[in-house]
């Protein structure tokens, strides 16, 4: 038996010292079979709400695996109110967008259709789960959640006014990403947008230019892949209100 935290899990349940968590199939598997945790094992438990706990398994049996909440070790903290929009990639890479971007602290991830894009759909639960096992791995207060795919149209017509969106645009005379961002408030509401594959269509750069929220920006000379894209314009955004 030890205090140290053996494993870090999200659970949907309510956390407080003394209550007790009954974990899901697969978290119990996870537990018992993969890490062969036994009665008296602590790990720590999160819930995007209650903060960071304590707890130590209490029973654990062929059907379930009981959890008893311990101290709090962390009070709840927002993530940064900062979404990525994204146009879907294919699989592999629009994992790694997910996984990547939960690391580096995004709030809010939007999936978003674009003419040029050659995914039509995406599988919301499994991006959940991604989210779910980086936010777990990152040592993150909160799951940023996935939400269902819309069109860039839509996006943009329901845009929040005071949210200002920064548009990954190749090929552009934007102003680098970094540039852009250096006269701004380190903690105002905003956003980023990487287009798909194929890139942005011309119709779709006009229409974005004329977003009063939208700002477009470049990574530089090099056209990046998508996913590159999103970790690298990620980074540089938390950079600068990290400064
Ligand atoms: N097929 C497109 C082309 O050849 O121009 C490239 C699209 S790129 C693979 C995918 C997305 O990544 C772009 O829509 C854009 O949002 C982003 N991106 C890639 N390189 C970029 C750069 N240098 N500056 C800004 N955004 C970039």
């Known amino acids: 038996m030890s205090n140290v935290a053996k494993a870090r899990l999200f659970v949907p349940a309510a956390l407080s010292g003394g209550a007790e ?15 062969r945790l036994g009665e008296g094992d602590t790990v720590a438990l999160f ?6 706990f304590h707890a130590v398994l209490s029973v654990v049996g062929k059907k379930e695996v009981r959890l008893l909440v311990g101290m709090q070790t962390r009070p709840f903290a927002a993530a940064a109110d900062l979404w990525l929009c994204f146009a879907p990639i ?13 690391e580096l602290g995004v709030g809010r991830l939007l999936p978003v259709q674009t003419r040029r894009c050659q995914i039509p759909k995406v599988n ?62 380190k903690d105002e509401p905003c956003a980023l ?11 779709e750069l006009d229409a974005m230019l ?29 950079a600068a209100r990290q400064n």
């Open 124 to 185: 919301g639960e499994r991006l959940s789960a991604i989210a779910r096992e980086a936010a777990e791995q990152s040592e993150r207060l909160d799951v940023p959640p996935i939400e269902n795919l819309v069109t860039l149209e839509k996006l943009l017509a329901e845009w929040p006014k005071e949210r200002r969106l920064y548009v990954c645009a190749e090929r552009s005379e934007a102003l680098p990403l970094l540039a852009a961002l250096q006269p701004r408030p």
């Open 47 to 52: 819930n995007g709400r209650d903060g960071e």
């Open 90 to 102: 294919r699989q592999g890479r629009i994992e790694m967008v997910i996984e990547k971007a939960t």
């Open 210 to 238: 004329r977003h009063p929220a939208i700002v477009p920006v470049t990574l530089g000379q090099n056209i990046l892949r998508a996913e590159t894209a999103a970790i690298a314009a990620l980074a540089i955004l938390q």
């Open 21 to 35: 968590v009954v974990l899901p199939p697969d978290q119990a598997h996870y537990l018992r079979h993969v890490l």
């Open 193 to 203: 947008l990487v287009g798909p594959e194929g890139g942005f269509a011309p119709e």
